[in-house]
């Protein structure tokens, strides 16, 4: 079987740790494109690569370069034949377009993918990932990775249910979870007992006594000292397994700075209960395509003392509609949580904002469950499993009923206008 050869254009961006490449219009090499072809050699026209660079010309992109070793079974290795081909014409396409962009590089074997990233004009390479939408699923494509066998006892009976090949991935991702109450802290707390060992984690509130209750990892001790969050739940985690790299970020993800961070995330946990930080993590999802799965609980007290309302967790991203798209974010609410005391209730009387549940009724049970159904669908994601008609799970606590919901896009949303565009549209935050 003789090696391929494409092109992809792509967006990228750089986050301090690796280049990101963002995947948008194939230019497929034809039959006449090849000026060699074999089982271990190929070589392309200058007439291909220049049809490509027209391309990326015209979207302002850099190029990402595809090819294939067929006889590779495992995870393919880059030949030194490749590196010598790669940094040839990699070093081409950066000279001939504006700013001298990095470029891509994805080989693909028979059953796996390697990817990395030439910086320019240096020949040197770097680590990337190259991330190609794929229908629901985000195929990220990045350098190999050395699993920990010895550490396999510990989740023996997970492997038996799962497999080997998707306990790989947990324990190569690396995952963001934003918001540490009752469902953050229960998200996180089973994505290390699952085996996933990078975690970023972000919340800047500080602990408050009626955080006990829902806050894994929390203790009777917390109550009388004024710890952050994030800082309990760190501790927590690096308890349960102190090989895990988990990074806290005290800070508001309303900024620029924690965006960039989060944008390493393979798959970020959106745990928060307010619309302005949830809009921002949406679009950071559709500009830098990272899988976003949003949980919340929404609790309602009867008149008769009846509780009511909904437990639900909602998957988004490119190709699927956004919390905008299924009105779950709404623009009316951020205005409102961005008024000043005086401001909201004079809106309020005149009927213009709603009102906001600063106190809202929250029990273990609920989120808990809500993160359970947020890992469900992360587990469908990665595996590959998940069914394409539904991207929400939804529990309605009067029927006691669990729901598979799916809307529909809207064309003329924001996520469409923010698609793929990484960090060249600036997110809506003050800096």
């Not at 906001?356 to 009724?361: Q, T």
Request: hydrophobic content about 35%; proline content about 4%.
């Amino acid at each position: 079987m003789d090696e391929s050869v494409a092109f992809l254009t792509a967006n990228y961006f750089e986050t301090g740790k690796k280049i990101v490449f963002l995947g948008e219009t194939l230019v497929p090499a034809k039959s006449k494109d090849y000026l060699k072809r074999g089982e271990l050699h190929l070589e392309v026209s200058p007439l291909y690569v220049s049809r490509v660079l027209n391309v990326a010309e015209d979207r302002g992109s850099t190029v990402i370069m595809v090819h294939s070793h067929p006889f590779d079974h495992g995870k393919p290795q880059y030949s030194a034949t490749d590196d010598f081909g790669e940094s040839r014409t990699s070093e081409t396409i950066s000279k001939c377009l504006e700013k001298n962009p990095p470029v891509g590089s994805v080989l693909f074997g028979q059953q796996d993918a390697s990817a990395r990233a030439w910086t320019g004009l240096s020949r040197k390479t770097m680590p990337a990932d190259v991330t190609v939408l794929q229908g629901k699923i985000y195929r990220s494509f990045r350098d190999s990775f050395q699993s920990d066998r010895v550490a396999r006892k510990f989740v023996d009976r997970q492997v038996r249910a799962l497999g080997d090949r998707i306990q790989e991935e947990l324990e190569s991702l690396e995952v963001g979870v934003v918001g540490l109450g009752g469902t953050g802290s229960s998200v996180a707390e089973q994505l290390v007992r699952m085996g996933v060992k990078k975690l970023t984690l972000v919340d800047h509130d500080v602990f408050e006594p009626s955080n006990w209750s829902r806050l894994y990892g929390s203790t009777w001790k917390d109550i009388t000292k004024k710890k952050l969050k994030v800082e309990i739940v760190k501790t927590h985690l690096e308890n349960l397994n102190p090989k895990i790299i988990c990074e806290a970020i005290p800070r508001s993800v309303m900024t620029g700075e924690v965006l960039r961070t989060l944008s390493n995330c393979d798959i970020i946990f959106s745990c928060l209960d307010r619309h302005a930080p949830r809009a921002v993590l949406n679009e950071l999802s559709y500009q830098c395509f990272v899988p976003i799965i949003d949980v919340g609980v929404g609790l309602l007290k009867g008149d008769s003392g009846n509780l009511g309302g909904s437990v639900r967790a909602t998957l988004i991203g490119p190709d699927l509609p956004c919390l905008f798209c299924q009105e779950m974010i709404r623009p009316e609410m951020i205005t409102a949580e961005h008024l000043s005391p005086k401001e909201f209730e004079s809106r309020r009387a005149e009927g213009y904002v709603s009102a906001l549940e600063a106190n809202a009724p929250s029990v273990v049970t609920y989120t808990t469950m809500a993160s359970t159904f947020g890992l469900m669908l992360f587990q469908d994601l990665i595996s590959g499993y998940g069914s394409e008609q539904f991207s929400t799970l939804l529990f309605d606590l009067h029927s006691k009923q669990v729901m598979k919901l799916r809307s529909s896009k809207k064309e003329d949303c924001v996520c469409q206008k923010r698609l793929g565009h990484g960090f060249r549209i600036p997110f809506s935050v003050s800096d």
